[in-house]
């Protein structure tokens, strides 16, 4: 299937790593430019070597803070000089999962919590916005998790914060339909830096890391008794950035092995 994507122009958050650095990867395989911002200087650097590899001079890489409204702002100015004037797709990607219960989780780290879910979000759509106006196919794509609809006790603060990312994503659909399309992608587990973390923190040392990715896979319950790989999440995110998602806004993806009950 031809996405469409030939020299297109793609915004990645948290594009330095992991599910974001994926994505931008796939993009710039199908004929996209893509500009990524991430916090760290060094990650940016490490990831633009390896965008360049797969299409040299594709890529915009900038240190900015999705949090701070005049950096991102900044980084919206320095895409638009790049691009011509025009972005695609933005690709909101940034953030991470706190583990922790009503009861341990302080005030400060709900604030912490729901600001970086939300405006994580609400500051590159509304720096991007015009940019994405000047697409004849403009898409968003919020990267959410599975938590938003199947909340887990132990993650009580991020999941009641991706509970309203994800009717944020639904209400920008239907204001900003029919010009731009904004759907979201609800990821279970995803090996990342994350889950890496947590593995060399795993109480048995001598545990491998397949062992221990295993035991992780069987303790959620998941059907496909595996965690999925950066790669596939980020294949759907493309998909639904591209113009051959051109009737589906609104809609959220499940990837997550299978491990979902709802129906």
């Known amino acids: 299937m031809n996405l469409g994507l030939n020299e297109r122009v793609a915004v990645v958050t948290g594009g330095s790593s992991g599910i974001g650095l994926a994505a931008a990867k796939l993009l710039l395989a199908d004929g996209a430019k893509v500009a990524i911002c991430g916090r760290n200087a060094d990650r940016l650097a490490a990831a633009k070597t390896e965008l360049d590899a797969v299409r040299p001079g594709g890529t915009l890489a900038s240190v900015c803070d999705v949090l701070d409204a005049a950096a991102v702002a900044s980084f919206a100015r320095e895409v638009g000089a790049w691009s011509g004037g025009r972005v695609d797709i933005l690709v909101n990607n940034a953030g991470q999962g706190r583990m922790s219960t009503f009861a341990s989780t302080t005030d ?8 970086l879910k939300f405006f994580s979000q609400i500051l590159p759509i509304r720096a991007f916005r015009s940019l994405l106006e000047a697409s004849d196919a403009p898409a968003i794509v919020g990267v959410n998790s599975l938590l938003s609809i199947q909340p887990e006790a132990h993650m ?20 900003l339909a029919p010009r731009i399309r904004v759907n979201s992608v609800l990821l279970g587990l995803v090996d990342s830096g994350q889950w890496q973390r947590r593995f060399e923190a795993r109480a048995d040392k001598a545990q491998s890391r397949e062992q221990w990715f295993a035991a992780l896979a069987r303790e959620k319950e998941i059907p496909m008794q595996r965690l999925g790989v950066p790669d596939e999440p980020a294949r759907a995110i493309v998909f639904l950035g591209s113009p051959a998602a051109s009737y589906i806004t609104g809609a959220s993806l499940e990837i997550s092995g299978g491990v979902s009950r709802h129906i």
């Not at 400060?108 to 600001?115: F, G, N, P, V």
């Not at 009580?156 to 204001?175: D, M, N, P």
């Open 156 to 175: 009580v603060c991020t999941s009641a914060a991706r509970a309203g990312v994800q009717s944020l994503l639904k209400s920008l659909s239907i204001e």
């Open 108 to 115: 400060a780290q709900w604030r912490e919590e729901l600001e």
